[in-house]
C-alpha cells in the first residue's frame, strides 16, 4: 500500500472524539484537503476563522453541517445573517420570554410573529386597559352640584390704566333645589328632547365619545351626542379643555356616577348646573331670571321653553344677544325658540308624558318670558364695555360663553374711563339741549351709538352704546349693526378712485380736482355708456337732497357739500368690487356691505358698526395703515395667562398718498362744508357727514391724528326695531349728520384730546390725473340733449357757524350744456334753488334698508326718492 493511503495513526486516547481531534492535523491526497479550499461560499460550514496555520474541523455532509448549525457552530447561518433572512439564527444563549424574530423559523416566517405571542399581546393589553380603567375609576370622584356652585366666581375687568372697572359673574346667581321641587314637565322636556334613554342607559354614550375622539383627532368639532349624565359631569367639571385626557376622565366619571348615583339624583343635578343664559345657572334661577316664579311652579309650556334654552341661549332667547353674536338678532332668536319650543312639547306628547288635554293647552299660547334686566354693578356704559370685551374674548379664544361665565377671568381692556365718561356726557348734554321726549313724538325712541379709536393702534378707548341695562337697553348701539352710514360711505369711493382709476384712465388714479356732473336727477350710466335701468326697464335717475343745479363740479367740491350724483357715477366708472375692497382693506367687515354692489353701494347702503366706522377711518388717519379694532389686551384664568389675546398687526391699507388727499378733502368738509360745526374742535380734524333717505339714521366720523371717531343717531320702533324717520326730531324738519351727531363728537373730541398737541396731518401730494366732465358716454346723443357744463367752480358754502341751515350757497353764474357735452344731463326747464341745509343730500333709500337691490330687480317706476320700503323697492343711496 502506498504511504498516502495509509490510516492516520490513531491517537492514544481512542473513540471518535479522538478521531474528530486526529483529524485536525493536514494530511496529504483529496480527503486531507478542507472543505471551503476551493473559495466557494457554498463549501465551507466552518464556525470559526481560518488561521494561517490550521483548518477548521470539515463535515461530511450537509445534514452533518445543518446539525453543527444548530449547535452554533455552523458557519453557514452566520454568513447568511438573520438580517437577509436566508437561514436560521443560532439558538439563544438563554431562553426569551418573547421569541420574535423566531430563531426556529427560516425567511419571512422568522418574522411572522406566532399565534402565542399575538394572544399573549392581546391579552396583555387587555389586562392593561383594565387595569389602567381601574385605577381611574378609583382615582376619580362623583362630581356635586354644590361643589359648581362654590367653584363659580367673578369676573374681574380692569380698565386701561389697570385699575378696576367692575367685578361680574354668576356665582351668586345660582340656588340648588332638590328634584323634588323640579316639575315633572321640566324632567320630562329635558329627557323627550336631549336623551330619551335616559332611565336606561348606562350614562355613557360609547359612540358619541368614539365620535368627539376622532374629531379631536381630525381637528373638528369635539362636541356630540352626549347623553344627561356626560352633560352633568360636564357641568361640574370646570375644566372645559377639549383633549382627549379629559374625554377618558369624562367617561370614567359617567360610569361612576351611573353607579354611585340614582336618576333623579343625576337628573336633579343636570338641571341645577346647566346654563340658561342672562347669567343664570340651574332650574331655580332661569324660572326666576325668565318668569319671576320658582322653579316648582313653572307650567309644561314654560319648561319646554327653558329646555330650549339648553341647545345654547345665545341664539334661543328671544331677547336676543347680537352682543355676542350678530345673528343673534330678536327677530331670529325668537323665531329658533318658538320652533324647538313647539318641538319639544310634541316629542314629550309622542313619548306619552304630556296628555292630549295637556298639550293642547301648553302649545295654545308661545310663553313670553320676561325681558332681560340689569346685573348688579352693570349700569351705565360699563354694561356695555363688558358685553365688548366679553364677545372679543370667546372670538379670540376658545372659551365658551357657559365657561366664562363660570368665572375665574381677569380681564384687561382698553377703555380709558375719562373718555369713556366724556363720551357718555357729551351724548347726554346734546340729548338734553335738543331733546324732550315728553314734547315731541318724534323725540321718542331716539338712541346714540359712537366709538373712539386709536390710529395706528386699533385699540378702542371709548365707546357710547345706550341708556344702559337699568333702562332696558340690552343693545350695544356701538357695536350694532342695521344702521346704514350715508355718504359717510364716499371717502370710501374716493379712495378706490385715486387708487385704482376709472375705465377710461386704464388705471392712472383720478384727482380730486377732477370734474363730475353734480345735477340732480341724473341718469347713472354703465362702462359701456347704457343706462343703468330700473327693473322695469326704465332708466334709473339718481337724485340730491335738492333740484339744485351744480352742473360740473370737482370731486373735492361735491365732497364738501355731499352731492351725491358725482359719486355714484364715480362709484360705477370706479368698479363697485373696487369700491368693497378699499372698504374692506380700510377696516370694515364685509358681512356689513350691502347684499348687491349696484350703483347705491357709493352712498351707503352698508351697515357697519360705529366702532368699524371709526376704525376705518383711523385708516386715513394713520396714513393709510390699519389695525383691527381690539378691546382686550390679556386675559387671565385664576392668574395664569391665557395666549390668543396679542395686539393686532398693522398693516398698510391703501397707498400713503392717497390717504392724505383723502384726509385733505375732509378737513374742507369741516373747514367749507356739511361739517362746519366741527370747527368748534379748533384743531387740525377731517370727517364726514352721512344722512339716509327719510330720515332715518344721521352720522358723523371724524378724526385727528391722535383719535378717529364716530357717532350715529338714529330711532327705532321698540316693537319690531324698524328705524323710524326722524323728520321733526328735535324740533327740526329733519336731522342731518352736521346736526346733533357732529355736536356730540365736538363736545367729546375736546375733552378727550384736552393737553395733547395739535400736530396737525401730513401734506398731501397731488395724485392722479385731472379729468374734467369724465362721466360714462351717453350711446347716442339727439337733438334735443343739452348740457352743463361748469366755466368756473361754485363758490364755497359759507362756513360759518352762524349760518342758517336753509340758507344754501348761490353760484356766480350758471352755465348751460354744450352741444358736444354728452354727459350732461338737463330736463330743459328752468329750475332755481339753493343746495341742502348744510349740503345733505337724497339718496333715495330708506333708512332700515340693509341692502339696496340691484336696479334690474327692482319695482320702482320712475325717481327713487323717497319711495323706499327698507330697501326692498327702490334704488337710491343715503344722503348727506
Not at 481512542?14 to 474528530?20: L, S, V
Not at 347726554?428 to 331733546?435: A, F, G, I, N, P
Request: charged share 25%; net charge neutral; proline share 5%.
Amino acid at each position: 500500500m502506498s504511504e498516502h493511503r495509509r490510516k492516520p495513526p490513531q491517537p492514544q486516547g481512542g473513540g471518535r472524539a479522538a478521531a474528530r481531534r486526529g483529524q485536525s492535523g493536514s494530511s496529504s491526497g483529496r480527503r486531507a484537503a478542507p472543505r471551503g479550499a476551493t473559495g466557494s461560499p457554498s463549501d465551507s460550514y466552518g464556525s470559526g476563522s481560518h488561521g494561517s496555520g490550521g483548518e477548521e474541523h470539515m463535515y461530511g455532509s450537509r445534514a452533518e453541517a445543518r446539525r453543527a448549525a444548530q449547535r452554533g457552530g455552523g458557519r453557514r447561518a452566520g454568513a447568511a445573517g438573520p438580517g437577509r433572512g436566508g437561514g436560521r439564527a443560532a439558538p439563544p444563549g438563554k431562553k426569551r420570554i418573547i421569541d420574535y424574530p423566531r430563531h426556529d423559523k427560516d425567511g419571512w416566517r422568522r418574522w411572522t410573529p406566532s399565534w402565542r405571542l399575538v394572544s399573549g399581546l392581546c391579552l396583555a393589553l387587555f389586562g392593561s386597559m383594565v387595569a389602567v380603567a381601574g385605577i381611574g375609576y378609583a382615582m376619580v370622584s362623583v362630581p356635586s352640584e354644590e361643589n359648581a356652585m362654590a367653584l363659580s366666581e367673578n369676573n374681574v375687568y380692569y380698565w386701561a390704566d389697570g385699575t378696576q372697572m367692575v367685578a361680574t359673574g354668576s356665582g351668586q346667581n345660582r340656588q340648588n333645589v332638590t328634584i323634588d321641587r323640579i316639575p315633572a314637565a321640566m324632567q320630562w322636556a329635558v329627557i323627550s328632547a336631549e336623551n330619551k334613554s335616559f332611565y336606561d342607559d348606562s350614562g355613557i354614550d360609547p359612540m358619541g365619545i368614539a365620535r368627539a375622539l376622532g374629531n379631536m383627532a381630525t381637528g373638528g368639532n369635539t362636541q356630540g351626542g352626549s347623553t344627561i349624565t356626560q352633560q352633568f359631569v360636564k357641568n361640574t367639571y370646570l375644566s372645559q379643555e377639549q383633549t382627549v385626557s379629559r374625554k377618558f376622565k369624562e367617561m370614567f366619571i359617567s360610569i361612576k356616577v351611573g353607579t354611585k348615583l340614582s336618576k333623579k339624583q343625576i337628573l336633579q343635578g343636570y338641571l341645577n348646573t346647566s346654563y340658561y343664559g342672562r347669567g343664570a345657572y340651574g332650574i331655580q334661577a332661569a324660572a326666576q331670571t325668565y318668569y319671576g316664579k320658582d322653579a316648582v311652579d313653572l307650567t309644561p309650556s314654560e319648561c319646554a321653553f327653558l329646555a330650549a334654552l339648553l341647545k345654547g341661549p345665545t341664539y334661543y332667547d328671544p331677547a336676543g344677544n347680537q352682543n355676542l353674536d350678530s345673528s343673534a338678532t330678536p327677530e331670529k332668536n325668537r323665531e329658533r325658540s318658538e320652533e324647538r319650543w313647539s318641538w319639544i312639547l310634541e316629542q314629550m306628547h309622542a313619548d306619552e308624558h304630556l296628555s292630549d288635554a295637556d298639550y293642547q293647552k301648553a302649545t295654545k299660547k308661545y310663553p313670553e318670558p320676561q325681558g332681560r334686566k340689569a346685573v348688579k354693578g352693570m349700569t351705565g356704559q360699563v354694561s356695555y364695555l363688558v358685553d365688548t370685551a366679553k364677545r372679543y374674548v370667546l372670538k379670540n379664544s376658545d372659551i365658551t360663553e357657559a365657561q366664562f361665565d363660570q368665572g375665574g377671568y381677569q380681564i384687561y381692556t382698553t377703555f380709558e374711563k375719562d373718555k369713556v365718561e366724556a363720551l357718555a356726557k357729551a351724548v347726554q348734554k346734546v340729548e338734553k339741549e335738543k331733546l324732550d321726549p315728553k314734547k315731541r313724538e318724534e323725540d321718542r325712541h331716539v338712541q346714540f351709538g359712537a366709538a373712539s379709536v386709536k390710529p395706528n393702534d386699533g385699540a378702542i378707548v371709548a365707546l357710547y352704546g345706550g341708556a344702559g341695562f337699568e333702562n332696558g337697553h340690552f343693545n350695544n348701539n356701538a357695536d350694532t349693526s342695521g344702521v346704514p352710514v350715508g355718504s359717510t360711505w364716499k371717502p370710501f369711493v374716493l379712495a378706490a378712485a385715486m387708487q385704482h382709476g376709472t375705465y377710461k384712465t386704464n388705471g392712472v388714479g383720478v384727482s380730486p380736482q377732477s370734474k363730475y356732473n353734480g345735477n340732480d336727477h341724473l341718469q347713472i350710466r354703465e362702462n359701456d355708456g347704457s343706462l343703468v335701468l330700473k327693473k322695469d326697464n326704465t332708466p334709473f335717475f339718481q337724485e340730491n337732497e335738492t333740484d339744485y343745479k351744480w352742473g360740473y363740479i370737482t370731486l373735492h367740491k361735491a365732497m364738501e357739500q355731499s352731492v351725491n350724483t358725482p359719486f355714484v357715477q364715480l362709484g360705477m366708472d370706479v368698479g363697485m368690487k373696487n369700491v368693497a375692497e378699499v372698504a374692506e382693506k380700510a377696516g370694515i367687515l364685509k358681512e356689513s356691505f350691502s347684499g348687491q354692489l349696484n350703483a347705491s353701494f357709493a352712498l351707503g347702503t352698508s351697515t357697519p358698526s360705529a366702532i368699524r366706522m371709526a376704525d376705518a377711518y383711523a385708516t386715513f388717519a394713520a396714513s393709510g395703515k390699519q389695525a383691527d379694532p381690539y378691546s382686550v389686551t390679556a386675559v387671565k384664568h385664576k392668574g395664569t395667562e391665557l395666549p390668543g389675546f396679542e395686539k393686532p398687526r398693522v398693516k398698510l391699507a391703501m397707498p400713503e398718498n392717497v390717504a392724505h388727499n383723502v384726509t385733505e378733502v375732509l378737513e374742507n368738509v369741516i373747514a367749507n362744508g356739511t361739517g362746519y360745526k366741527a370747527q368748534g374742535l379748533g384743531r387740525a380734524a377731517a370727517g364726514k357727514t352721512g344722512t339716509t333717505d327719510e330720515n332715518k339714521s344721521a352720522w358723523w366720523v371724524g378724526y385727528t391724528q391722535q383719535l378717529a371717531t364716530s357717532v350715529a343717531m338714529f330711532r327705532e320702533d321698540p316693537k319690531d326695531h324698524k328705524l323710524l324717520s326722524m323728520n321733526g326730531t328735535a324740533g327740526e324738519e329733519s336731522i342731518h349728520g352736521g346736526d346733533v351727531p357732529t355736536q356730540i363728537w365736538t363736545e367729546y373730541m375736546k375733552v378727550a384730546l384736552k393737553g395733547e398737541e395739535d400736530p396737525g396731518f401730513p401734506k398731501a401730494e397731488k395724485i392722479g390725473e385731472i379729468a374734467d366732465g369724465i362721466g360714462a358716454p351717453s350711446p347716442t346723443p339727439t337733438a334735443t340733449e343739452t348740457e352743463e357744463e361748469e366755466e368756473k367752480e361754485t363758490p364755497t358754502a359759507p362756513a360759518s357757524p352762524t349760518r342758517t341751515e336753509t340758507t344754501p350757497p348761490s353760484p356766480t353764474n350758471t352755465a348751460t350744456c354744450g352741444p358736444f357735452d354728452f354727459n350732461c344731463e338737463d330736463d330743459g326747464e328752468e329750475e332755481t334753488g339753493g343746495t341742502d341745509n348744510g349740503g345733505t343730500d337724497n339718496g333715495g333709500t330708506d333708512g332700515g334698508a340693509t341692502s339696496s337691490p340691484d336696479p334690474t330687480s327692482s319695482s320702482d317706476t320712475g325717481n327713487s326718492r323717497g319711495n323706499g320700503n327698507g330697501g326692498n323697492t327702490l334704488f337710491g343711496g343715503s344722503t348727506g
